[in-house]
Structures are given as C-alpha cells and as structure tokens.
C-alpha cells in the first residue's frame, strides 16, 4: 500500500515538474498567452461600455478573464491530453509502465493548475491596473476556498473527458474545438450567468465554471446582484459535482487503460 | 493550378475525413456558432436598445471566416510538422510550400463560407437583421477578404518555419488584438480617439466593412461612415495586394531559410 502511494506520488511529481517547469522554459509562450487573455477582457469591457451598463460589469468581466484560463487549460491540457500523448507514441510507454494512469493525470491537472495560475494572475493584475476595477477583500478567505473547490471540480470534468477523448480520437478533438466558444459562453465567463434563463443554465451549471464564478463574483464584487444561487449552495453543488467527476474519472481510466491492455488498439498513433 | 486543387483536396480530407459526412455537414453548421454566440445573448439581454445587434453580429461572423483562414495557415506548419510529420514530404514534392499553404487555407475559407451561408439562413428571418445584398460587392469582398487573411496568414507561417518553439497562443494574441480593434464586436468609436483612429488601419477593418454594407445594404455606425463603399472596396484590394506579397515574399525566404537549419522535420513533442 505504501509502496503504492508512493508510486503514485512520484508519478504525480514527475508530470507536474514538466508542466510547470516545461511551458516556463519559453517567455513567448507565456506573454502571448497573458496578451491574448487581457485582449478578451479588453473587448468585453469596451463592450459593455458601448452597451452602457454599470461599472460592476467590469468587475465581473476582469473574474472571467482571470478564470477562462483555467477552463482552456482543462480543455486543451487535460481533456485532449491523452489523445495527444497517444499521437506522439508516448501513450503505449505510459501505459507499460508501472505508473497509473489517474496519478499521471493528477499530476498533469496540479501542475497545469500551477502554471496556469501565474497567467491568470497576469491577467487579473493587468485587469485591476488598467480599468482601475475595485474587488472587496472581505470575504477573500472563503473566496479562496470556492476557487479551489472550484479548480477541484474543473480539473475533474477534464479527467472524465480525457478518457472520453482518447476513447473517439479526431472525432473528440473536433468537439472540444466546436464546444470551445459555447462552453465558455455558457459558462458565464464575461456575463451573469443568470440571464441564460432556468433551461440553459440547468445545462450550464454541469460546467464548474459557471457556478464558481457566480459565487466569486458575489464574494468579491460588491455590487453584483444578477446571482444563480447563494454561494454556500454554490460551493456545496461544486464539492458534490468534484466528487462525482472524481468516480467517473477513476471508472473511466480503468476501462481505458483495460481496453488499451486488451486490444492493443487504442494506444496506438493515428487510430 | 493542380498543386493548388491538390492542396484543397487534402485540406478537405484533413477537414471532414474524421466522421461521416452528414455529421461533417452538421458540424459544418454549428461551429460558427460559437463564434457569434456571444453576441447574440450579450446584444439580447442587454444591448436590445442599442440596435447595434446587426452591426456585432456581421462583423464577427466575417471576422470568424478571416480567422479561420489565417489560424488555419499558421497551425499548419506545426501541424505537418509535428503532428503528422509530413512537412519535409511537402517540401520535396513539387508544389511549392507556398501554393500547398494557400490551397489548404481555401478550403477552410470555402467552408467557413458555407457556415456563414447555412446559419445566416436561420439568423437573418429570427433575429430580423437588415438584409439587402449587394452580390457583386459580396463576390469580389470574399475574394478580396481571403488574399487579406492569407497574406497575414503567410506571414505568421513564414515565422513558424523558422521557429520549432512558438506556439499558437502567439497567434492567439497577435490576432486577438486585431479583433479588438477592427470594429467587429463593437464600434471602435467606443476607444479614445487615437484608438478608435488606429482602428481604421487594422487591416480587417475595411473588409468587415465592406461585407457588413454588402449583405445589410445599410451603414450601420459611424465608423468609416464617410468613406464610401465603392473606397472601402479599393482600400480593400490594396490591403489584399499588399499582404498577400509581402506574405508570399515572407515565406518564400522562411522555407529556404528552415530547409537550411534543418527545422523542417525537427520534431519537438511541444
């Protein structure tokens, strides 16, 4: 058992250490992903200035600037993962060695969760400078927390469908580029998720970010009223769904891996 | 001219051969969505007072059939490169890079078109936008618009070449930028003044222009109001010349250079 975790915990240091370590190495990687993230921000802001609505929205706009990070790094660096290392032909490696599966995954999402954090704070810093916009620092601890439970729930969804990914290749790849811009809509990241009406936000609200969002949004922008549900309910339904990501993720690893091992099919490139 | 049609049929393949295709087909309709889904719920819920809807929501979809061509281009190279490995093939055959670049690129720009025309089938009758079309404008404007987004494609391909570690969130940033201030969300009136006139010269300005009074028969805002459409056509042309040359010059010098350094088949696994 000891031997296990151990294993585990090696595996997971070892695929954080590249993601954090690795996408550093390049300073072009992470300028232009900070000047592409404040470029969105900026569009919405003025965007909601030429539609006249009240300052808050700035508010509101700057927190989704500073989550959509995360989201794309689920999307592309978890979700899609799998896939990729099977196109590069590192997938039948990692699957023959004695590594699991989930512990490269965990690692993956801790340390994409890592380095996407110093983005993300780029943006907020570039955000709060330049449209000089006022957060309340009252409830920051608790604010703190829904983002992590909120991270914990994100990075789960991205286990569930790197599985799924791998499992229909190109035809999954294409997915998370169609469902890209409609998820991150969805999702609230630069208007109160509120005004999707009950059907559509019944639906958004599988998506993490949706409910995470509107809870920081109350927590640390004053005046922002068009609210989903309280955050303590918010933070609860991200602890249930995290939770639940968290089973399928590992039922679905295991069948993946076993269909792997058994037909020798599915790790193979360009299958 | 067979290079050319060749390099669309591979660009096709790339494109539809991962399903069947009527499910190509439906996905052929939905992925613009997601380019003006924004628009629609941001316009609806709070903008209705405004009338500015007709104005975002041509403007971003002709911005999304210029972005699919120049992410298209610039993808590419690492896309053949790495991915597939076929780039150092595509150097020894006889089609040159750059006719292989603009083939590929034409068919995402054909299908994005064929987006366009299969959503604002249902958008125009819903949403009641202005609707008159100038054919001729709208012809010459999609020729016009996709020598403009391939020659900004070419020169982010031509840095590609020579570089084995840039990523595409570098295109990400050069061309979220250009969505900013090319008017296409919102009036770029909207910036302080010296914005709002550096907007004009970005160079999808003019065409999203020009397609927006094209298939709206309208000016919708004041920006480039006083310019006719007639001078946005030319404004357009000039900006497709010279684009597409110095596109065409760039990665004529990028290949040579990359065949030198030996980065045609380097891959990285980045």
Redesign the interface.
């Known amino acids: 058992m000891r031997k296990q975790l151990l294993l585990f915990l090696r595996t997971l240091n070892a695929r954080a250490y590249v993601r954090i370590f690795g996408q550093m190495r ?1 300073a ?2 992470v ?3 900070v ?2 993230g404040f ?2 921000m ?2 919405y802001i ?8 009240g300052s808050e929205f700035s508010g509101m706009v700057v927190l989704g600037g500073f989550m959509t990070p995360f989201f794309l790094n689920v999307l592309w660096g978890v979700a899609t993962q799998l896939y990729w290392e099977k ?2 032909g ?1 997938l039948e490696l990692m699957l023959v060695s004695p590594a699991p599966l989930s512990a490269f995954l965990v690692g993956l999402s801790v340390g994409g969760a890592m380095h996407t954090m110093l983005r993300a704070l780029a943006v907020l810093f570039f955000g709060i400078v330049v449209f000089k916009v006022q957060f309340t620092v009252l409830h920051l601890g608790w604010a703190l927390v829904v983002f992590v439970v909120t991270l914990f729930s994100m990075y789960g969804l991205g286990i569930v469908f790197s599985s799924l990914f791998l499992y229909h ?3 999954a ?2 997915t998370a ?6 998820t ?2 969805l999702s609230g990241s ?2 109160p998720a509120r ?2 009406g009950i059907g559509l936000l019944g639906l958004a609200a599988l998506i993490p970010t949706t409910l995470g969002l509107d809870a920081l949004r109350q927590l640390l922008v004053p005046s922002f009223t068009p609210i989903v549900l309280g955050w303590r309910w918010e933070l609860l339904a991200l602890l249930v769904l995290g939770l639940i990501f968290a089973v399928i993720a590992s039922w679905a690893l295991r069948s993946v891996e076993y269909k792997a091992r058994r037909d020798a099919r599915l790790t193979l490139r360009w299958q | 001219m067979r290079g050319f049609l060749a390099s669309m049929y591979i660009g096709l393949q790339i494109e539809s051969n ?2 069947r295709k009527w499910v190509w087909l439906l ?1 052929l309709a ?2 613009p ?3 003006f ?2 628009v629609i ?3 609806g ?3 209705k007072e ?1 009338g ?1 809807l007709p104005y975002a929501l041509y403007g971003t979809i002709f911005y999304y059939s210029l972005s699919m061509v120049f992410f298209d281009m610039a993808f590419s190279v690492h896309d053949d490169r790495e ?1 597939y490995q076929t780039l150092k093939y595509i150097f020894l055959s006889r089609t040159s890079y750059l006719v292989y670049l603009c083939g590929r690129a034409a068919t995402r720009y054909l299908i994005a078109i064929a987006g366009i025309v299969l959503n604002l089938g249902w958008l125009v009758p819903v949403l009641h936008l202005p609707f008159h079309p100038n054919w001729s404008y709208l012809a010459v404007g999609s020729i016009l618009g996709y020598l403009v987004a391939s020659g900004l494609g070419l020169m982010v391909a031509s840095v590609f070449l020579l570089t084995i ?3 595409v ?2 295109v ?2 050069l061309f ?2 250009m ?2 201030l090319s008017g296409a ?3 770029p009136t ?2 302080p003044a010296v914005i709002a006139k550096i907007a004009e010269f970005v160079p999808m300005s003019p065409f999203i222009e020009l397609m927006r009074r094209a298939v709206s028969g309208q000016v919708l805002t004041s920006f480039l109001s006083t310019t006719s459409t007639l001078e946005l056509l030319g404004r357009v042309a000039l900006l497709a010349i010279i684009l597409f040359g110095i596109g065409s010059i760039l990665v004529a010098l990028g290949s040579r250079q990359a065949q030198r350094k030996g980065y045609i088949d380097v891959t990285t ?1 980045f």
């Not at chain 1, 003025?46 to 609505?53: E, I």
């Not at chain 1, 580029?177 to 409609?182: F, G, N, S, Y």
Request: net charge negative; aromatic share 22%.
């Open positions: 390049e072009t990687w300028i232009a992903s000047i592409g470029f969105t900026t569009t003025y965007l909601y200035r030429t539609l006249g609505t196109e590069m590192n290749g190109r035809d790849w294409r580029d169609l469902v890209m811009e409609p991150n809509v630069y208007f005004f999707l | 991962w399903t996905y939905a992925y969505i997601g380019s889904l924004a719920v941001l316009y819920v709070f903008g405004t500015l991915h570690k840039l990523d969130d570098v990400d940033a979220g930028g969505f900013v969300l919102f009036p909207a910036f696994a």
